[in-house]
């Protein structure tokens, strides 16, 4: 069956690949994001998901040629790296007003047209790294493990009406993330340490995997009928520390993440 389908953060990267492969098997993709975006694949909406009236509006525009919406992918986010110590309350609240508020703003928009169809599914784009705070990635590790938190308890709100929920934790995928980080000002006492693990992150992201191998992963999980609440879709590697944490003592676990991000 052809869905209806709504993505997030369709200007680039993963947002991109997932609306252009979702339209070529046949469904009606909307993509919203901030610039126009031009596919033949693919409708854009330019988009703010941070505007709760930009994001009304753009469910409007939907509706005007739909009488449903099956799916919504919350893709839309940002990254951001420095320390703890070094981060501005600006930062912060930008941050999480992307990757927390505005896909809040996006699944209470949607709702109403899903719980009146009594079918949807909304699938929360977040982070392997939302299961520990990643050093220099506090922030990010923080707003995406929120995010996680919403879907848990949005699981228990919405399922009356047939609506599955669930995030989708992905480990590094072959993006220009790294480009487009917020990078907050890394003080003195820090630069050496954060020199190297930013290094390193990047060339993590340079060997990630295919945006279209999470496309591929996205498209079997929407012929479920039944949803976990979380998935894990990335290199074993990295996949790997999510259990490691919840098994071992935390000293343990922390110096295994110091190894591995050339800390010690």
């Known amino acids: 069956m052809n869905k209806t389908i709504i993505i997030t953060g369709?200007?680039?990267?993963?947002?991109?690949?997932?609306?252009?492969?979702?339209?070529?098997?046949?469904?009606?993709?909307?993509?919203?994001?901030?610039?126009?975006?031009?596919?033949?694949?693919f409708k854009s909406i330019p988009t703010d998901v941070t505007d709760n009236d930009a994001v009304q509006n753009a469910i409007a525009e939907v509706l005007k040629t739909e009488n449903r919406i099956d799916v919504l992918i919350n893709n839309a986010g940002m990254g951001m790296v420095?320390?703890?110590?070094?981060?501005?309350?600006?930062?912060?609240?930008?941050?999480?007003?992307?990757?927390?508020?505005?896909?809040?703003?996006m699944m209470s928009a949607v709702m109403p047209k899903m719980r009146?169809?009594?079918?949807?599914?909304?699938i929360n784009v977040s982070s392997i790294g939302s299961e520990m705070g990643l050093p220099f990635r506090g922030f990010y590790s923080a707003s995406k493990s929120a995010l996680d938190k919403v879907t848990e308890a949005m699981r228990y709100e919405v399922y009356p009406w047939n609506v599955n929920v669930c995030s989708l934790h992905l480990g590094d995928i072959k993006t220009n993330i790294a480009?487009?980080?917020?990078?907050?000002?890394?003080?003195?006492?820090?630069?050496n340490v954060f020199d190297k693990v930013y290094a390193l992150m990047n060339s993590h992201v340079g060997d990630g995997t295919e945006p279209l191998e999470v496309a591929e992963y996205i498209d079997v999980l929407l012929s479920k009928n039944k949803w976990k609440a979380h998935y894990y879709f990335g290199k074993f590697?990295?996949?790997i520390?999510?259990?490691?944490?919840?098994i071992l003592p935390q000293g343990t676990y922390e110096n295994l993440m110091k190894k591995y991000n050339k800390l010690a």
Do not use: C, M
């Open 10 to 41: 369709t200007s680039s990267g993963i947002g991109f690949v997932l609306a252009e492969y979702f339209g070529k098997k046949g469904h009606k993709v909307y993509g919203l994001s901030r610039k126009h975006t031009e596919s033949q694949y």
């Open 82 to 105: 420095g320390a703890v110590e070094d981060s501005s309350k600006e930062d912060i609240l930008k941050l999480f007003n992307l990757n927390l508020v505005g896909a809040v703003q």
């Open 116 to 122: 009146e169809n009594k079918f949807g599914q909304i």
């Open 179 to 191: 480009e487009n980080r917020v990078r907050t000002k890394v003080s003195e006492p820090y630069k």
């Open 237 to 239: 590697g990295q996949k």
């Open 241 to 246: 520390g999510v259990p490691l944490k919840w």
